[in-house]
């Protein structure tokens, strides 16, 4: 069943908002090595400040993630939570919407910074059980089309519903992806499976709910 991607994002940005505090703003943040706790908030908080205003070009693109980290240096860290609760609704009425699907990778970057964000403040990269099992099966077939794109032959990988997420979005190393159960040898799918890159280094994340 397909659960509630508002919910889904609202939870987590919740979550976020409860775990980052002042005294954490310049923690760097292994995950994404340019950045601090700081520059991660004025990112999703600067999306929502994006949609909100159209400004929409350039969506997803480096330049444009780089613009709202750049705003977010004049604020601080409680300007742009509050900033961020205050239109975040407006995605997330969206999200719940029957077009909800057609948005739901800002389900999964907001995912993939509440996990970036315990990493670096050591805590265990614990997410929901709901958010887990409903992105496994949809990065699954995103990287299935994509090995056909490609015309490569049909390939099983076996990785836990954490792996999947934190290993194609770019959060684990090569050699970290190479240990899933790959039914072929995986050297020529790796351009295939990382969809943002892959990590120079382990994050050396720990997880009390990841199973195998």
Known sequence: MQPDLGALYRASRLRISDLVTDDVDHVPVPATPLWT???V???LSGVTEDV???????VT????????????RQRTQTEMLSMWSRGAPLIEDFLSSPDGM????AVLDVHTHEADLLNALGRPVDLPREFLSWMQPVLEHDFRAAVTAVGLAD???TA??????????????EAEVSTYRWSRDPQSYLDTWF??????????????????
């Open 195 to 212: 969809v943002f890159g892959r990590a120079s280094h382990s994050l050396q994340e720990t997880s009390t709910t990841d199973e195998a």
């Open 155 to 157: 390939v099983q990988v």
């Open 160 to 173: 836990s519903d954490l792996q999947w997420f934190r290993g194609r979005l770019g959060r684990r190393t």
């Open 61 to 72: 693109t480096d330049p444009w993630t780089a613009a709202q980290v750049e705003r977010g």
């Open 37 to 39: 706790v700081h520059d």
């Open 102 to 105: 057609s948005a739901f990778r």
């Open 52 to 58: 909100m205003t159209g400004n929409l070009e350039g």
């Open 41 to 43: 908030i004025a990112h």
